[in-house]
């Protein structure tokens, strides 16, 4: 489980909304967010200083008393996860924000960045100690315990940590899968069908996996990925579901689903095509005698050579080297480092624009606010206090009309279009870079006669443990 705590910020709001705020921290802005507020350190402040000095008759920038400790003006969380659960800052922001959502509702003001910097992943999360509609937040020994069992019972459905289950019930588990096995509806064989149905949609094992919880699915992933139902009770590591769907297997089926292996030799001595074909016609022969793993390309289709995955593989790498003209193990490591240096590139310029296409949706939504309000002719108090909320932060970046407001939502389109370019760019670059990297990893081991020998011990082993379990 995650490790929360809390501070309380009695002073300088606007130094700690900076602190967590920080490019360097944040994979320049990346994961943050906000919620009632804009996601940078000004107007964040400024929001907070009207909401709190509304609701609580004091000053938000006050200095210290010389007694007594003062107001908290705001409360810092510091969610914590522990290395070993390979959380990924994608997942700890997600994290964070159904957490803050979860635990203060949706009409606080907060201010989530996901810090990147140390080993392990860690979320920080400032609330103003006033809500919107003047609830107020404290920090106390009760409300931490209460805030702790938020955060656990959050990351729970995330599949940080399986739920302890009651002593007995593991052989009942094991009976329901038996039975639902019988009627061909076990919740292994689910997973599988789910997987091969979403694997021809995708680009990536991330993207599999995305898709796999959009669907209902609860993803764990750490040394092995696991995957749970809906319903189901434990979770299953994908690699207990057959060699189909090991994490390499998954792998392996997305990247080189689309590439062809309409293989054309050229008449020009290339060493790494000539040790491409004598391994291909090897692994061919491992496969037709039975001296490997069987690894199906397509999952629902008889195994035979023909429809084996690791045949498949080299096969299409092999086409990818004639496709591309590669002569030599130099020549690829220098596309390898081109390609890496134009993702790089692109990720930089994609990663600034989606931080500015998240500030033009915060500007776009106080925007629309203000407007919608404006043309009221009798407000709420609540309604009062985020019209003048809207028309402060309308003021800070130079919005004082309608026609500022429609300028501002061309910008947005037009970010939006960029963004759409630049992910495109963005995802076959790292595509080709991923296939390049395979095939050189691939090669390392054909060079070093590895290859083949690596397939007949894997075959060797998985005999052997088929034997014990007898």
Same mark, same amino acid.
């Not at 510091?78 to 203060?104: L, V, Y």
């Not at 790494?272 to 793993?293: C, F, H, P």
């Not at 008889?302 to 092999?318: C, F, G, H, R, T």
């Not at 496709?323 to 890496?340: A, M, P, T, V, W």
């Given at each position: 489980?995650?490790?929360?705590?809390?501070?309380?910020?009695?002073?300088?709001?606007?130094?700690?909304?900076?602190? #967590?705020?920080?490019?360097?921290?944040?994979?320049?802005?990346?994961?943050?967010?906000?919620?009632?507020?804009?996601?940078?350190?000004?107007?964040?402040?400024?929001?907070?200083?009207?909401?709190?000095?509304?609701?609580?008759?004091?000053?938000?920038?006050?200095?210290?008393?010389?007694?007594?400790?003062?107001?908290?003006?705001?409360?810092?969380?510091?969610?914590?996860?522990?290395?070993?659960?390979? #959380?990924?800052?994608?997942?700890?922001?997600?994290?964070?924000?159904?957490?803050?959502?979860?635990?203060?509702?949706?009409?606080?003001?907060?201010?989530?960045?996901?810090?990147?910097?140390?080993?392990?992943?860690?979320?920080?999360?400032?609330? +103003? /100690?006033?809500?919107?509609?003047?609830?107020?937040?404290?920090?106390?020994?009760?409300?931490?315990?209460?805030?702790?069992?938020?955060?656990?019972?959050?990351?729970?459905?995330?599949?940080?940590?399986?739920?302890?289950?009651?002593?007995?019930?593991?052989? !009942?588990?094991?009976?329901?899968?038996?039975? +639902?096995?019988?009627?061909?509806?076990?919740? =292994?064989? =689910?997973?599988?069908?789910?997987?091969?149905?979403?694997?021809?949609?995708?680009?990536?094992?991330?993207?599999?996996?995305?898709?796999?919880?959009?669907?209902?699915?609860?993803?764990?992933?750490?040394?092995?990925?696991?995957?749970?139902?809906?319903?189901?009770?434990?979770?299953?590591?994908?690699?207990?579901?057959?060699? @189909?769907?090991?994490?390499?297997?998954?792998?392996?089926?997305?990247?080189?689903?689309?590439?062809?292996?309409?293989?054309?030799?050229?008449?020009?001595?290339?060493?790494?095509?000539?040790?491409?074909?004598?391994?291909?016609?090897?692994?061919?022969?491992?496969?037709?005698?039975?001296?490997?793993?069987?690894?199906?390309?397509?999952?629902?289709?008889?195994?035979?050579?023909?429809?084996?995955?690791?045949?498949?593989?080299?096969?299409?790498?092999?086409?990818?080297? +004639?496709?591309? !003209?590669?002569?030599? #193990?130099?020549?690829?490591?220098?596309?390898?480092?081109?390609?890496?240096?134009?993702?790089?590139?692109?990720?930089?310029?994609?990663?600034?624009?989606?931080?500015?296409?998240?500030?033009?949706?915060?500007?776009?939504?106080?925007?629309? /606010?203000?407007?919608?309000?404006?043309?009221?002719?009798?407000?709420? @108090?609540?309604?009062?206090?985020?019209?003048?909320?809207?028309?402060?932060?309308?003021?800070?970046?130079?919005?004082?009309?309608?026609?500022?407001?429609?300028?501002?939502?061309?910008?947005?389109?037009?970010?939006?279009?960029?963004?759409?370019?630049?992910?495109?760019?963005?995802?076959?670059?790292?595509?080709?870079?991923?296939?390049?990297?395979?095939?050189?990893?691939?090669?390392?081991?054909?060079?070093?006669?590895?290859?083949?020998?690596?397939?007949?011990?894997?075959?060797?082993?998985?005999?052997?443990? +088929?034997?014990?379990?007898?």
């Amino acid at each position: 489980m995650p490790y929360v705590k809390s501070i309380s910020l009695r002073t300088t709001v606007n130094k700690s909304l900076a602190y #967590i705020l920080n490019p360097d921290k944040t994979e320049d802005l990346l994961y943050t967010t906000s919620l009632n507020c804009l996601t940078n350190a000004k107007d964040a402040y400024l929001s907070m200083k009207t909401v709190f000095e509304h609701f609580s008759g004091e000053k938000f920038n006050a200095p210290l008393p010389t007694e007594g400790k003062g107001s908290v003006k705001a409360i810092h969380y510091i969610q914590s996860f522990d290395p070993h659960d390979n #959380i990924t800052p994608e997942q700890a922001h997600r994290i964070a924000k159904a957490f803050a959502r979860k635990t203060f509702g949706d009409d606080c003001q907060v201010v989530i960045a996901t810090h990147t910097d140390r080993r392990h992943v860690h979320n920080h999360i400032i609330i +103003n /100690t006033y809500s919107l509609t003047g609830q107020k937040f404290n920090d106390n020994w009760t409300t931490r315990k209460k805030i702790r069992e938020y955060s656990d019972r959050v990351c729970l459905a995330f599949g940080i940590q399986p739920i302890v289950t009651k002593k007995g019930y593991g052989k !009942n588990l094991a009976y329901n899968e038996w039975e +639902n096995k019988k009627q061909g509806t076990s919740w =292994k064989e =689910k997973i599988r069908l789910e997987i091969d149905r979403l694997i021809g949609t995708v680009k990536n094992l991330d993207e599999l996996l995305s898709e796999l919880e959009a669907s209902g699915y609860t993803i764990k992933k750490g040394k092995y990925i696991s995957v749970k139902a809906p319903k189901q009770e434990r979770f299953v590591r994908t690699k207990t579901l057959g060699e @189909d769907y090991t994490e390499e297997s998954l792998i392996s089926r997305i990247r080189w689903r689309d590439v062809g292996t309409s293989i054309t030799l050229s008449g020009e001595p290339a060493p790494i095509r000539d040790d491409y074909v004598r391994t291909l016609n090897d692994v061919t022969e491992l496969a037709r005698t039975g001296r490997k793993i069987q690894r199906k390309r397509y999952h629902s289709e008889p195994y035979s050579p023909e429809n084996d995955l690791d045949v498949y593989k080299i096969s299409a790498q092999l086409s990818i080297i +004639n496709r591309d !003209n590669i002569h030599s #193990i130099g020549e690829l490591e220098g596309k390898i480092q081109r390609l890496k240096s134009e993702c790089e590139n692109a990720r930089r310029e994609l990663n600034a624009l989606i931080v500015k296409q998240e500030k033009l949706e915060g500007l776009m939504e106080q925007a629309e /606010t203000y407007f919608s309000l404006a043309d009221k002719s009798e407000l709420s @108090d609540t309604e009062q206090l985020s019209l003048k909320i809207c028309r402060q932060t309308l003021q800070n970046n130079s919005i004082s009309d309608r026609s500022d407001f429609e300028r501002l939502k061309a910008v947005q389109k037009e970010t939006d279009k960029k963004i759409a370019v630049l992910k495109k760019t963005f995802e076959d670059c790292k595509q080709m870079y991923d296939i390049y990297m395979d095939i050189a990893k691939n090669y390392y081991d054909i060079s070093k006669g590895d290859y083949v020998s690596k397939l007949i011990k894997e075959q060797k082993k998985q005999t052997i443990k +088929n034997i014990n379990k007898i």
